[in-house]
Each structure stands twice: as structure tokens, then as C-alpha cells.
């Protein structure tokens, strides 16, 4: 089966999260695996998250991806999201780039190597709940030990010549704000409002913004090239500073009783993404002085992650991707957050690779060309023989 049909039949499995059923799409795998002959155990935290492991006995090399997707409304695109599409050398749908295409280009070079009739060099893990954090699939199987560490290919979308070898650190609070009621019409002489008082945190996060914070020599260059990556596939003015600065998004802020009544209760979900070199600890500490009717209800924290440029995986990986695209070819760091920083904290050396237009990640008319997967499959073949001959 050509990776272009796996990746359709992907798409049109249905696996938004929320909810984060992937039940249906999971069997597909498990019984991909099983025609090629490759065992595989199926476990369900709850509620239809399935996650699925196929391993051996001293596996070094690991290939993960994850099957869920972001929702998407039929409203603005060109196929339908969860139709599959296969036309004009591309796959249409939800998930074909973020990563139903990485994980069709792994199933097609495990059958490649199985076409072969050798044994498949690697693990394999399909998990649930990637884009909400992973509670219930990766974190889920690190917690009961149904994988330990090695060397993992995370098939996560990147830039064709640049794999990802590191990522920002993650930090996500809930702050409840307290204010004093009164009249609205003797504000701000009269009262304390919860509302202004978020408003005024969210304006220290702008200075936080502008801060710069100190790296090495060796990350500051690391940082600089892939800050050009970045620029090159998004286009956007000033999008270099993304990797070396702290950036924030209030993603919801709820508050005010009434409109005549100065607000006593806001609530503020804040997310932040680390720079090397950023002290999340400061970060926390500088947020609970600046907000002295805040208060911090909930906490998730991540530093910055890094596979050293000198791992085995990364001089692997960079090879086969430039066997198979040729020219420059060089690891990069990344701006997003993905199953790595779990993997990564329990002791795995990870990689991110894999097919997909980076652009239309969580957007309408997502898609993954064809060639991209095609090449990718060919880069994971690349990666298991090595290992496989090492």
C-alpha cells in the first residue's frame, strides 16, 4: 500500500481531541502491523484513548507518533477535513501534516523493511493525546513503564533539511484574581478591579517579552540558524526573535459580574514558552509579585529541552535526510511543544522529523504532499537500517 493511501485512510479516521477517542484509528494501525507480520499491544486509558506499543527485547531505536488531531469545522476548505482527499499530489484533511502523514510514512517504511523479510529495528509507539498535553498516552505509558529509554524519532513535522533536536520550555498557570466591589461609577476612586488587575499582569508579560537571557556560545548559534529555518517557512516580520525571547498568550481570561459593578473575580489561563537560559522559577516568582491579588490555582512547568548536536541519532538522522534531499542539511531547535519534553525528561535521546506542510498545521486546507512522504518513509528506512547495521 503507497504511503499516500495510508495517510488518506489516517485522515479519514476520525480522532479530534477533544474528545480523544482513537480507538477506531489505533485498530487500523494494530492491524496494519499484524499483515506485516508484527505483534503489538493495544491499552485504553479511558474513555476510547488508545494508545498502541509494538517492541522487542533490546530495542534501541524507537519510532513515536501520536494520532490524535485538533478540531476542524468543514467551514473554508477546499475537501472536506476528514474526507482524505488525494488530488493534485497532495493529502487534504485534518492531521494530514500534524502527524497522520509522519505516522503513514513510518507504517510505509516498516513494510518496506518487511517487504524485505527482515525484522523491523525499532519500537513502535502510536499514542492518544499529544495535543492536549499527553496525560493519557505518552505520560500514560512512561508511568507504567510500557517503554524505557533509548534513542526515539518523534515523526512530528519539520522543516525538510532540518531536523529538531530541541524545544522551548513550556509554562502554563490558571491565576485567580481577587478584587474589591463597588459602584462602577466611583471606579477607579472607589474599589479594586479584579479585571485591571489582570490587565496589569498582562502588561509586565510585555516586558518580559523584551527581555534577552544569556546562552552559551554553542546555543546561540544553534538558535540563530534555526531562527533563519523559522523565518524562511513562515514568513512573518520578526518571527526571529520567537526562539530567544519569552512569548505568552492569555488564552482565556474570564471575569466582572456586571457592567455597572466593579469586578471582583477574573480568571486568567496564561501560557508561556521558555528561552534557553530563562529561569522559569524568576518567571513564577516575578508573575506572584507583580499580581498581588492573584493567585496561582494551577501550575505545569517544562525547562528547555536539548538532544546534543553530537548524539548518534542526530549524525544518523542528518545523513539519511541528506542522502535523500540532498544540500544543506543541519539540526535545529523548535518554538512549539511536543511529546519530546516528556520522552526527554525520562531519559530518552529524541528527534523530531517528519513530512508536512508546516504552514497549515492546525489550519484550514491543512495537507502533506505526496513527495514529502515518500521522503520521509525513505529517511526512516535509512534510520532503521543503520541502526539495524550498527
Given at each position: 500500500m503507497?504511503v ?5 485512510d489516517l485522515v ?8 480523544g477517542r482513537t480507538d ?11 499483515g506485516l507480520?508484527m505483534?503489538?499491544?493495544v ?7 488508545c494508545n ?10 524507537m519510532?513515536c507518533?501520536?494520532?490524535d488531531?485538533?478540531?476542524a469545522l468543514?467551514?473554508g ?8 482527499t488525494?488530488?493534485d499530489g497532495?493529502?487534504w484533511?485534518r ?10 510514512a ?5 513494510k518496506a523493511i518487511a517487504?524485505?523479510?527482515?525484522e523491523v529495528?525499532?519500537a513502535?509507539?502510536?499514542v492518544?493525546?499529544?495535543e492536549t498535553?499527553?496525560?493519557?498516552g505518552?505520560?500514560h505509558?512512561l508511568a507504567r513503564?510500557?517503554i524505557?529509554?533509548c534513542d526515539?524519532?518523534?515523526a512530528e ?8 533536536i ?6 502554563r498557570?490558571?491565576i ?5 466591589p463597588a ?5 477607579p476612586a472607589?474599589?479594586?478591579?479584579a ?5 496589569a ?8 517579552h523584551?527581555?534577552?537571557?544569556p ?5 546561540k ?5 534555526s531562527?533563519?529555518v ?5 514568513r512573518?516580520a520578526?518571527?526571529?526573535d520567537?526562539l530567544?525571547k519569552l512569548?505568552?498568550?492569555p488564552g ?7 457592567s ?5 473575580h477574573?480568571s486568567?489561563?496564561?501560557?508561556m514558552?521558555i528561552?534557553?537560559g530563562?529561569?522559569?522559577p524568576d518567571i513564577i516568582a516575578?508573575i506572584?509579585?507583580q ?16 538532544t546534543?548536536?553530537g548524539?548518534p ?6 545523513n539519511?535526510v541528506e542522502?535523500v534531499f540532498?544540500?544543506?542539511v ?17 531519559g530518552f ?5 517528519g ?11 491543512e495537507?502533506?504532499?505526496?513527495e514529502s512522504l515518500e521522503?520521509?518513509s525513505a529517511v ?7 541502526y539495524a547495521?550498527?
Amino acid at each position: 500500500m503507497h504511503v499516500s493511501r495510508i495517510c488518506s485512510d489516517l485522515v479519514a479516521i476520525r480522532s479530534e481531541n477533544p474528545p480523544g477517542r482513537t480507538d477506531g484509528i489505533i485498530e487500523y494501525i494494530r492491524m496494519f502491523l499484524e499483515g506485516l507480520g508484527m505483534r503489538s499491544d493495544v491499552s485504553e486509558d479511558t474513555g476510547g484513548m488508545c494508545n498502541l506499543v509494538s517492541r522487542k527485547p533490546g530495542d534501541r531505536l524507537m519510532f513515536c507518533g501520536h494520532v490524535d488531531v485538533v478540531p476542524a469545522l468543514d467551514e473554508g476548505w477546499t475537501h472536506a477535513p476528514f474526507s482524505g482527499t488525494i488530488e493534485d499530489g497532495v493529502v487534504w484533511g485534518r492531521g494530514a501534516t500534524d502527524m497522520k502523514g509522519g505516522c503513514a510514512a513510518i507504517l510505509a517504511a516498516c513494510k518496506a523493511i518487511a517487504d524485505t523479510g527482515a525484522e523491523v529495528p525499532a519500537a513502535l509507539v502510536f499514542v492518544c493525546d499529544e495535543e492536549t498535553g499527553g496525560e493519557h498516552g505518552i505520560q500514560h505509558l512512561l508511568a507504567r513503564k510500557e517503554i524505557s529509554p533509548c534513542d526515539c524519532l518523534i515523526a512530528e513535522p519539520a522543516p525538510a533539511r532540518h531536523p529538531c533536536i530541541g524545544q522551548k520550555g513550556l509554562c502554563r498557570m490558571d491565576i485567580q484574581f481577587q478584587g474589591t466591589p463597588a459602584h462602577g461609577s466611583l471606579y477607579p476612586a472607589v474599589g479594586v478591579s479584579a479585571i485591571m488587575e489582570a490587565v496589569a499582569l498582562l502588561d509586565y508579560m510585555k516586558e518580559l517579552h523584551e527581555r534577552e537571557y544569556p546562552v552559551s556560545d554553542e546555543l546561540k548559534e544553534i538558535i540563530a540558524r534555526s531562527s533563519a529555518v523559522l523565518g524562511d517557512e513562515f514568513r512573518i516580520a520578526g518571527v526571529s526573535d520567537i526562539l530567544k525571547k519569552l512569548t505568552f498568550n492569555p488564552g482565556t481570561i474570564n471575569g466582572g459580574e456586571k457592567s455597572n459593578v466593579v469586578a471582583q473575580h477574573c480568571s486568567l489561563e496564561l501560557e508561556m514558552r521558555i528561552p534557553w537560559g530563562c529561569s522559569i522559577p524568576d518567571i513564577i516568582a516575578g508573575i506572584t509579585a507583580q499580581a498581588l491579588n492573584g493567585r496561582i490555582s494551577s501550575l505545569e512547568t517544562y525547562e528547555p529541552s536539548v538532544t546534543e548536536p553530537g548524539n548518534p541519532l542526530v549524525a544518523i538522522t542528518c545523513n539519511e535526510v541528506e542522502k535523500v534531499f540532498g544540500g544543506p542539511v543541519f539540526p535545529i531547535f523548535q518554538w512549539a511543544a511536543s511529546d519530546a519534553r516528556h520522552l526527554r525528561r525520562a531519559g530518552f535521546s529524541v528527534i523530531e522529523y517528519g513530512p508536512g506542510e508546516i504552514s497549515t498545521l492546525h489550519a484550514v486546507n491543512e495537507r502533506v504532499t505526496i513527495e514529502s512522504l515518500e521522503k520521509a518513509s525513505a529517511v526512516y528506512q535509512g534510520v532503521m537500517r543503520a541502526y539495524a547495521g550498527k
